[in-house]
């Protein structure tokens, strides 16, 4: 389970309400405390908002660095399918005729399908389970022609060459169904993340009534730069999110093959 049901600009709205309600919240409780309690001393409070907010920067970096890592991850498969595209078909030239052409063929549809599914548009769940389901079936066909190949010189290392680039291409498709769409942030992760966010904003909140000062416009200011944080942190962690991985390996290698046509 994750917060993709929610829009980036939803969630970042929601976040700005959530830590001026915390922060509105911790001013009354300060209020309540330093009307009751004359005696309540500042730097209690002070030490426990820095600590609180220590441990909020924590948790954003430690959060941050894995959508980060992701990120790199995903950047790296683009790159590597594309060089294992192009071995299978450049060692599909090894294949008999009518197979090479069909194999030919098919690995210039998985291509054209891997670049049209990464541009921006709607719907992009169905599209994407189409294009899962349709790079699988073009695998299953590929595999099953090199098979009756193989078969019939079962010492060809050509055979195996190209064998070995289908495996290749397989695994990489995998890896990018895992890496890119399957692998989230952790529920427990963004509730962590929230609950942190809650006790650091009430915290500032608390300190600023025990202290008897007036609300300051700042904390929307305050806000709005947690909430654009985590509104990035969301978006990195989407595979539709506004900040996408470049196709540009695979779209070069597109250009590539449509010109030996």
Same mark, same amino acid.
């Given at each position: 389970?994750?917060?993709?049901?929610?829009?980036?600009?939803?969630?970042?709205?929601?976040?700005?309400?959530?830590?001026?309600?915390?922060?509105?919240?911790?001013?009354?409780?300060?209020?309540?405390?330093?009307?009751?309690?004359?005696?309540?001393?500042?730097?209690?409070?002070?030490?426990?908002?820095?600590?609180?907010?220590?441990?909020?920067?924590?948790?954003?970096?430690?959060?941050?660095?894995?959508?980060?890592?992701?990120?790199?991850?995903?950047?790296?498969?683009?790159?590597?399918?594309?060089?294992?595209?192009?071995?299978?078909?450049?060692?599909?030239?090894?294949?008999?005729?009518?197979?090479?052409?069909?194999?030919?063929?098919?690995?210039?549809?998985?291509?054209?399908?891997?670049?049209? #599914? =990464?541009?921006?548009?709607?719907?992009?769940?169905?599209? /994407?389970? %189409? *294009?899962?389901?349709?790079? $699988?079936?073009?695998?299953?066909?590929?595999?099953?022609?090199?098979?009756?190949?193989?078969?019939?010189?079962?010492?060809?290392?050509?055979?195996?060459?190209?064998?070995?680039?289908?495996?290749?291409?397989?695994?990489?498709?995998?890896?990018?169904?895992?890496?890119?769409?399957?692998?989230?942030?952790?529920?427990?992760?963004?509730?962590?993340?929230?609950?942190?966010?809650?006790?650091?904003?009430?915290?500032?909140?608390?300190?600023?009534?025990? #202290? =008897?000062?007036?609300?300051?416009?700042?904390?929307?200011? /305050?806000? %709005? *730069?947690?909430?654009?944080? $985590?509104?990035?942190?969301?978006?990195?962690?989407?595979?539709?999110?506004?900040?996408?991985?470049?196709?540009?390996?695979?779209?070069?290698?597109?250009?590539?093959?449509?010109?030996?046509?």
């Amino acid at each position: 389970m994750n917060l993709d049901a929610i829009p980036i600009a939803a969630l970042f709205a929601i976040t700005i309400a959530i830590v001026m309600l915390s922060i509105e919240l911790g001013y009354r409780w300060g209020n309540i405390a330093h009307a009751r309690k004359k005696g309540e001393k500042e730097p209690p409070a002070s030490n426990v908002a820095a600590t609180v907010l220590g441990l909020l920067a924590f948790m954003l970096a430690f959060t941050f660095g894995i959508v980060w890592d992701r990120y790199d991850d995903r950047k790296a498969l683009v790159r590597e399918e594309a060089n294992v595209i192009r071995t299978a078909y450049v060692r599909s030239d090894f294949l008999p005729e009518p197979e090479r052409t069909e194999a030919r063929q098919l690995l210039r549809h998985y291509l054209d399908a891997r670049v049209a #599914v =990464a541009q921006p548009g709607t719907d992009e769940s169905p599209r /994407l389970q %189409a *294009s899962i389901e349709d790079a $699988i079936r073009i695998q299953r066909r590929l595999w099953a022609m090199a098979v009756v190949n193989a078969r019939k010189d079962m010492n060809s290392d050509v055979a195996a060459l190209y064998i070995e680039s289908l495996n290749e291409v397989a695994a990489v498709h995998a890896s990018r169904v895992a890496i890119g769409l399957q692998a989230r942030v952790p529920l427990g992760i963004w509730l962590a993340l929230y609950g942190l966010t809650v006790f650091a904003m009430m915290s500032i909140g608390y300190h600023t009534g025990i #202290v =008897a000062s007036r609300r300051s416009m700042s904390t929307l200011i /305050l806000a %709005a *730069s947690f909430a654009m944080v $985590i509104a990035l942190i969301a978006t990195l962690d989407r595979p539709d999110g506004f900040i996408r991985v470049s196709q540009q390996p695979l779209v070069d290698l597109q250009g590539a093959v449509a010109a030996e046509r």
